[in-house]
């Protein structure tokens, strides 16, 4: 299932992945956590691309993990 808060977008040899969840300030719960590695793993699987850009939609790049969902963070760590 595709996460609307994580898309990315490819020109020329780079890949820009983007976090686009403005009403959370992209704060990372579990879901966006893992459509960002399946992203970079998808960067990585592409030997046309040679650069990734993360960046923040909306003037934010990450305000960091999302604290009241279910399962997002376990002692500072991403539980995934």
Avoid: Y
């Avoid at 969840?21 to 719960?29: I, M, Q």
């Avoid at 592409?46 to 650069?51: D, E, G, P, Q, T």
């Amino acid at each position: 299932m595709k996460n609307p808060a994580v898309r990315t977008e490819e020109q020329s040899h780079i890949c820009t992945i983007i976090l686009d969840h403005p009403d959370k300030k992209n704060a990372v719960d579990r879901p966006t956590a893992e459509a960002l590695h399946a992203a970079f793993e998808q960067f990585e699987a592409n030997a046309n691309l040679r650069v990734a850009v993360l960046w923040g939609a909306n003037g934010t790049l990450c305000s960091g993990a999302e604290r009241f969902a279910k399962g997002a963070v376990r002692h500072g760590q991403f539980d995934i």
